[in-house]
């Protein structure tokens, strides 16, 4: 069996190794999309994989650490492309996650990435 919880964050970022004159090496700013995924199996008594306000619980502080921010600011995030971002949080959450099974980032509504890890 397979959850999953949708997060939205706000934050700004530009890209640093684009050529100069790309839209993207300005300064601006998104309003991300991310959806963990987490696999196993259900518990017998509980009748769930994991409550979804412990999942909250464990992913808020992450959470917390992008939102409203300049993520190149961010230790690991000097280049954040949507790829990167996705492979930093997928190292925060993953050790308080073991079922963690892959993570959909969205930068737009058109447009993000999905890691299922290293």
């Given at each position: 069996m397979?959850?999953?919880?949708h997060f939205t964050f706000d934050?700004?970022?530009?890209?640093?190794?684009?050529?100069?004159?790309?839209?993207?090496?300005?300064l601006h700013g998104h309003t991300y999309?991310?959806?963990?995924?987490i696999a196993g199996d259900v518990l017998e008594q509980e009748g769930w994989i994991l409550d979804f306000s412990d999942l909250k619980?464990?992913?808020?502080?992450?959470i917390g650490m992008l939102d409203h921010t300049l993520l190149n600011?961010?230790?690991g995030l000097e280049n954040p492309t949507a790829e990167l971002l996705a492979t930093w949080i997928w190292k925060k959450v993953k050790p308080?996650?073991?079922?963690?099974k892959?993570?959909?980032?969205?930068?737009?509504?058109?447009?993000?990435?999905?890691?299922?890890?290293e």
């Open positions: 397979i959850i999953y919880q934050a700004a970022h530009f890209l640093p190794h684009v050529p100069e004159g790309h839209k993207c090496r300005n999309h991310l959806t963990l995924y619980a464990i992913v808020a502080p992450v600011n961010i230790e308080l996650l073991p079922g963690l892959k993570i959909e980032l969205k930068e737009t509504p058109s447009s993000g990435v999905i890691y299922e890890g």
